[in-house]
Every structure is written in C-alpha cells, then in structure tokens.
C-alpha cells in the first residue's frame, strides 16, 4: 500500500474515488494554534492531482501565517499608521473611562501621529522608533518646568507613549496587517531626576486665613455653594472631580458619611459613572461641622424647589459649573483671601497633611484619598511630618530610660 503522507507533517494527502468514480486526492491540513481562540485549526483541500493538492495545502498554510496565525478574520490592510492607529482607538475608547479617552487622544494627536502617523507600517522598525523615542526622552530632560508644567509637547512620560505604540501595533499584528511588532525590542531611556515639585498646601495659619476670608463672604447662594465646596475638600480630601459629581443620595446624614463612586469628566459637565480607581470607590465619614454646612447649603438649594430631584450637590438652579469655570473661581478667591494658589488639589493635600501631622494612622489616611497603594500615600505625605522626627527620637530615649 503506498504511503500517502508526504515530507510535510502539517498534512496527510490520500488518494479518494468520487462517485462518478475520478480518483482525486484530498488533504488533511494542520493549520496550528489560532492565535486568538487558541484553538488548533485544521483544514482540507481537494484536487485532481497529488501535486495540485500539496500547493492548495500549501497555499492554506501561508494564507494562515500570513493572516497572523488565525482563521478568526481576513488581513485587513492600512494605508499607514495613521489609518492604522485610529482604527485601534475607535476599539480602545470601547474599553476605557472618559478620562483615558482624553489622555490617549491628546498622546495619538501632540506626539504619535505627527511623529510617525505618514510611515507605512512596513517602513517602521526598531532604529526608526529608538530614535523617536530618545528625542521625547531627550525633551523630557531638558524641559523647562514652570508653575510645576512642563513645555507642550515635552512629557516626561515616553516610556507610556512607548506603551502606545505597542499596543498599536499588536493590535496591528491581531488584524493580520503586519507579522511582528518592532516597538517590543525598543529600550526607553530614563528619565533624568530633576528637583522634586513642591507640594502646594496650606500651612496652620493660612488655612484659618482662608477659612475666615470664606466665613466673611457677603450672604449670596453662589458664595455659600463654593464655600460648602471648597470646606468639604479641606474636610475629607476628595477630588475635585468626584466632589463635583456629588448627588445628595452619596450623602447619608443619618450614619455622617459620603459614599464616593463617580467622578466628573474634565472640560465637560459629563459624570462618569465609576471612579478614577478601584480604590476611589470608598466611604468617608464625616464630622459633625462639615454635616452642618452641607445640610445648610442642601436647604438653600432647595429654597422654592416644589419638587426635588435628586440633583448634584453643586449645582443651583439645575446649573452646575465645569472643572475649567470652578478652577477659574478658585483661582479669584485664593487671590482675594491673599493666600497662596495651591490649587484644588492643594486642598487634598492639606487634608493629608493635617492627618500626617496629628499622628492618625496612614492606612486610614490611604483610605479617605482613595490611593490604590500605601506607598504612594507614604511615598507623598510623609515628609510633611517631618517635625515629629524629633519627637520620635525623644520618646525613643524615654523608652531606653524607663528600660
């Protein structure tokens, strides 16, 4: 009996008899493993001849490696990486937050694309991003920071537009459009450390400062909505972005608490229903004053209202602000109260300090910012607390003598 089996393991030809009793012959394929199901995949070809039926088998071979190992959908081609790299973020914004959305956007449209959004995809390789990515790297380190701002066009985060590109062009290898991603064998360079940026918050006596410039504002509806606002930040250290989206159904008056969830989307009035981490999603208690002004300025909103919905905390007469137009407002008072501008994270900032410096336990102050790691709550508060250092090698001395 012959052996049908020909030099190639991947496929099996047999001689077969047709009804109308033609001899053909007809193989039996192995593809390989789909490289998005997993799955092992097998065909058949079919021809009046051995050698017709190896190059059909053979074809189907190629076809497959060339498809990028799949059977999932055909090779789809692009003009450049441009056309390449806007077909991968109208998938992307499927699977993120507004906020990523935004980041991606401005990193495809200020570095990507004019960079190498012309290339073809078979003209980019290693060297040619190695170069792009030391010029960026090289930006980053001579940038000039002003106001804690880096020049346009000058981020020190190369090392995530790196990342960009390379999920840009797996994606492209998923589509079949290349066969291998030259981003993965590029070596980012680091970034040169450069004076650590100030943490802007209040000391002791600008924080009364300012409190009494907000106590001394004349009676209006507007000056008692951004003096609850700005009281409640100082008082629990949310966000700006997850105050703003507040409704009153977050705040349980009986238990004193706020339930954190969502968060507003910059440059627009949108929520975004989930928030900025896993860990932003917390409960913080709250004290018995910060209780006091926010059910003081829930009766002045509702002043007149027949029937209440449940609106947004900070909104008055169904009209809430965006992040732009509290950020501008802030500004102007902080100028009035003639403190320092630290910014509405700047209040975040005092909340944890105040923490830090009143010996409450770091962990519950990671749990009222809503970091995702006790480091980064440490790696950023702890040198606040540096006048308890003496404090701590005296009553280490105390412990020595009562030994």
């Not at 880096?150 to 537009?161: A, I, N, T, V």
């Not at 997850?242 to 349980?252: F, G, K, P, T």
């Not at 100028?335 to 700047?346: E, L």
Request: charged content about 25%; hydrophobic content about 35%.
């Amino acid at each position: 009996m012959p052996d049908n089996r020909t030099g190639d393991t991947n496929m099996n030809i047999k001689e077969i008899t047709k009804k109308d009793g033609t001899i053909a012959y007809r193989a039996s394929i192995y593809l390989g493993v789909d490289s998005l199901t997993g799955k092992q995949v097998r065909t058949t070809a079919t021809a009046k001849t051995r050698k017709q039926c190896e190059i059909k088998a053979n074809q189907a071979i190629n076809k497959f490696n060339k498809n990028g190992c799949t059977v999932a959908r055909e090779k789809v081609v692009f003009k450049d990486f441009e056309e390449l790299a806007l077909s991968w973020f109208e998938s992307y914004k499927l699977t993120v937050k507004e906020n990523s959305i935004r980041v991606a956007e401005n990193f495809l449209n200020v570095y990507l694309l004019p960079s190498i959004g012309s290339y073809k995809l078979d003209r980019i390789n290693t060297v040619l991003l190695q170069g792009i990515i030391n010029k960026w790297a090289r930006n980053a380190n001579t940038a000039t920071i002003i106001n804690g701002r880096r020049e346009k066009g000058k981020c020190k985060d190369y090392k995530l537009l790196l990342n960009f590109i390379t999920r840009i062009l797996d994606y492209g290898i998923q589509l079949g459009a290349i066969d291998s991603n030259p981003a993965k064998q590029v070596i980012p360079p680091k970034l040169k450390a450069r004076t650590s940026q100030k943490i802007k918050y209040f000391d002791n006596g600008e924080l009364k400062k300012f409190l009494k410039y907000l106590d001394n504002l004349e009676t209006t509806a507007e000056n008692q909505r951004i003096a609850t606002l700005y009281k409640l930040l100082l008082a629990t250290g949310l966000r700006v972005g997850e105050a703003l989206a507040l409704n009153w159904s977050d705040i349980d008056f009986k238990d004193n608490y706020i339930n954190v969830s969502k968060t507003i989307v910059q440059k627009s009035r949108s929520i975004q229903n989930t928030p900025k981490t896993k860990e932003s999603g917390r409960v913080i208690f709250l004290d018995d004053s910060t209780v006091h002004i926010l059910k003081e300025w829930k009766r002045t909103q509702q002043k007149g209202v027949i029937s209440f919905h449940d609106e947004l905390v900070f909104s008055y007469n169904k009209i809430s602000r965006t992040y732009a137009c509290e950020r501008e407002k802030l500004i102007q008072h902080f100028k009035k109260a003639s403190v320092p501008n630290i910014g509405f994270h700047g209040f975040r900032h005092t909340h944890a300090s105040l923490l830090m410096n009143n010996d409450v336990n770091p962990k519950e102050i990671q749990h009222r910012l809503g970091h995702s790691d006790y480091g980064v709550t440490m790696n950023t508060y702890s040198h606040l607390a540096k006048h308890k250092e003496k404090d701590t090698a005296e009553k280490f001395g105390n412990i020595l003598k009562a030994l």
